[in-house]
């Protein structure tokens, strides 16, 4: 069972991914955290004036204010919604997914998947999440100061 605030802050980024999928049929990753006070606050990036980023480089931006941020104290969890390809269990060919991978400053660190299929109508359909585990990347670094 994963932290309650991960679930939190899982349903956060969801629900302004979905809408951006829906509304543009496609998303640039986003990132949200929970301050240590239990708000949740997004974050968004820029990769200088480049109007069309790459998604890597504003995944690679976001972690690391999320690293800084939880050297100093600030986070108690922290996540990035990407678009994504996976292959879902019980299947056999990549689809496409909305993945957040998600980390707590109690060493809890998942990527959660909800894949998608978009139908002729242009309409989202969404398939069964699941989550697996992953080394995390946020509340990694050791304190430096």
Not at 63 to 79: D, E, K, P
């Amino acid at each position: 069972m994963a932290h309650p605030d991960l679930n939190e802050l899982l349903n956060a980024l969801y629900s302004a991914a979905e809408n951006l999928l829906t509304k543009n049929g496609e998303f640039y990753p986003i990132g949200a955290f929970m301050a240590s006070d239990g708000a949740i606050q997004f974050v968004g990036v820029m990769d200088g004036d480049n109007e069309h980023p790459s998604s890597q480089s504003l995944i690679d931006s976001m972690t690391a204010i999320f690293q800084q941020s939880a050297r100093q104290g600030a986070l108690r969890a922290a996540g990035i919604c990407y678009d994504a390809l996976t292959i879902p269990p019980g299947k056999n060919r990549k689809q496409d997914a909305m993945c957040c991978s998600l980390e707590h400053s109690h060493g809890e660190a998942v990527e959660v998947f909800r894949p998608y299929t978009k139908t002729q109508n242009g309409q989202i359909q969404f398939d069964d999440i699941f989550a697996t585990r992953r080394t995390p990347h946020f509340f990694c670094e050791p304190l430096l100061d």
